[in-house]
T-cell receptor
């Protein structure tokens, strides 16, 4: 089992550029989510999805879009990158929203916006 | 929205000393989970507590859920260098996504 796969692992963007962070899971988990992690701020929820075709905003959704066309994939799009979006991004999945058996996290994408 | 406060933010211990991190919520929780993140790594699920007053052990780690289901603690006995990392609690309430605390970063001095 690959678990949760995130690509790319590292990315440098220029201000104003757009890009998509990929997240795929092979565990047939209904629930998927995106977090960003900044020093001293813990993990903050960006967007989440409880199933294909359903998405919702988390704590810090501005500047990000998501879609969930399949159970397996949950890409995160940065529309116009800003230096404030420099962060480590984690995708996580679980059997349902409260993480009944714990969230499985991907290895992260380290994004720098210059 | 719901918040969970986690203390301390940092803890430096000598190898062999004990370590405890605390997680507090102002509201009653459905469950609480604990995660460990090694430096440069990603969070890894450790355990979930659901019942009031629940205590669970994993080798040198002891997890407790308060009687009122508003607080929790993680205690590590006789820390080792392999315990280094950041420990997060994550609170579940109703059908909303988990809310993570800011974590406690543990350093172990050999």
């Amino acid at each position: 089992n690959a678990g949760v796969t995130q690509t790319p692992k590292f990315q440098v963007l220029k201000t104003g550029q757009s890009m998509t962070l990929q997240c795929a899971q092979d565990m047939n988990h209904e629930y998927m989510s995106w977090y960003r992690q900044d020093p001293g701020m813990g993990l903050r929820l960006i967007h989440y999805s409880v199933g294909a075709g359903i998405t919702d905003q988390g704590e810090v959704p501005n500047g990000y879009n998501v879609s969930r066309s399949t159970t397996e994939d949950f890409p995160l799009r940065l529309l116009s990158a800003a230096p404030s979006q420099t962060s480590v991004y984690f995708c996580a999945s679980s059997t349902y929203g409260q993480g009944g058996y714990g969230y499985t996290f991907g290895s992260g994408t380290r994004l720098t916006v210059v | 929205g719901q918040q969970v406060m986690q203390i301390p933010q940092y803890q430096h211990v000598q190898e062999g000393e004990d370590f405890t991190t605390y997680c507090n919520s102002s509201t009653t929780l459905s469950n609480i989970q604990w995660y460990k993140q090694r430096p440069g790594g990603h969070p890894v699920f450790l355990i979930q507590l659901v019942k009031s007053g629940e205590v669970k052990k994993q080798k040198r780690l002891t997890f407790q859920f308060g009687e009122a289901k508003k607080n929790s603690s993680l205690h590590i006995t006789a820390t080792q260098t392999t315990d280094v990392g950041t420990y997060f609690c994550a609170a579940g309430s109703g059908n909303t996504p988990l809310v993570f605390g800011k974590g406690t970063r543990l350093s172990v001095i050999a």
